[in-house]
Nanobody, 115 residues
Framework: VQLQASGGGVVQAGGSLRLSCAAS????????MGWYRQAPGKRREMVAI???????NYVDSVKGRFTISRENARNTVYLQMNSLNPEDTAVYYC??????????WGQGTQVTVSS
């Protein structure tokens, strides 16, 4: 599986972006999908997880603002980000995990939120 993240950019505080993660291989429902981010000088952190059963989990700082979803027909996972603030500035990475063992990463897409 190869993952291609896109949709990043520069947005003003309060704005929205939608990130996409397109998979080249068969991204079936058994995969756990996630979005992570890494800000300069900080460790990579989990932003949102979508389990194979459809459950979601978010880091506290984005709850109520971000939504992770998937479109199986397009082998694509999305991260809808609303009410963005400068603290959301980071490189965002998508991740796919199969059977809790095999982990695949996309190349990252830059999100910059200006105040």
């Amino acid at each position: 599986v190869q993952l291609q993240a896109s949709g990043g950019g520069v947005v003003q505080a309060g704005g929205s972006l939608r990130l996409s993660c397109a998979a080249s291989g068969n991204l079936d429902s058994s995969y756990v999908m996630g979005w992570y981010r890494q800000a300069p000088g900080k460790r990579r952190e989990m932003v949102a997880i979508l389990t194979s059963g459809g459950s979601t989990n978010y880091v506290d700082s984005v709850k109520g603002r971000f939504t992770i979803s998937r479109e199986n027909a397009r082998n694509t996972v999305y991260l809808q980000m609303n009410s963005l603030n400068p603290e959301d500035t980071a490189v965002y990475y998508c991740n796919a995990v199969r059977n809790g063992i095999y982990s695949y990463w996309g190349q990252g897409t830059q999100v910059t939120v200006s105040s």
